[in-house]
T-cell receptor, first 115, second 112 residues
């Protein structure tokens, strides 16, 4: 199947700093990518839909200015957590999907810890 | 709009026993249904998917699921559990758009 690579897999940062997470589709072009946040023992919460060449669409309750999403090419989307705080600590997962009803391919996830 | 309910946040079975993970969905349009597995600190891997073809879908690692429209269900089964099946399992639904709506997940424990 298709491969989605997410980097870094684990990051620890100080409170107040920004962290960038990359999501790459390695063998297919993803016009749309999705960013999820997963809390411990919880399901995946869709944060935003990232569209190549246009602004991301954020889900209700997700702060656009805090979670900056850029989808500069058909193979790369980035999520930047700005001015991170301990409550932003979580597991972030990206996915890319082809045209419906195609399956979604997921990155390996990024464990963010803000200290 | 779509939604998914996974009954049982935690299922425990003995090695070699039947695995049954329940998923009920709600969708205003014909649904596409998926089962994903997640191992600790990893992303999600597709087990199987239903896309309006055969109602009994076979996936990887011996898993299968049956789409029952009358019951709005898409339960995941495996005849004989293996220790390596211990993981978190997510059912997801899509209404044809690219968004997937996930259930809350079921943690499967396999006892020796």
């Amino acid at each position: 199947g298709a491969v989605v690579s997410q980097h870094p897999s684990r990051v620890i940062c100080k409170s107040g700093t920004s962290v960038k997470i990359e999501c790459r589709s390695l063998d297919f072009q993803a016009t749309t990518m999705f960013w999820y946040r997963q809390f411990p023992k919880k399901s995946l919460m869709l944060m935003a839909t990232s569209n190549e060449g246009s602004k991301a669409t954020y889900e209700q309750g997700v702060e656009k200015d805090k979670f900056l999403i850029n989808h500069a090419s058909l193979t790369l989307s980035t999520l930047t957590v700005t001015s991170a705080h301990p409550e932003d600590s979580s597991f972030y997962i990206c996915s890319a999907r082809g045209p419906p009803p195609g399956e979604a391919f997921f990155g390996q996830g990024t464990r963010l810890t803000v200290v | 709009a779509q939604s998914v309910t996974q009954l049982g946040s935690h299922v425990s079975v003995s090695e070699g026993a039947l695995v049954l993970l329940r998923c009920n969905y709600s969708s205003s349009v014909p649904p596409y249904l998926f089962w994903y597995v997640q191992y600790p600190n990893q992303g999600l891997q597709l087990l199987l998917k239903y896309t309006s073809a055969a109602t009994l879908v076979k996936g990887i690692n011996g898993f299968e699921a049956e789409f029952k429209k009358s019951e709005t269900s898409f339960h995941l089964t495996k005849p004989s559990a293996h220790m390596s099946d211990a993981a978190e399992y997510f059912c997801a639904v899509s209404g044809g758009s690219e968004k997937l709506v996930f259930g809350k997940g079921t943690k499967l424990t396999v006892n020796p």
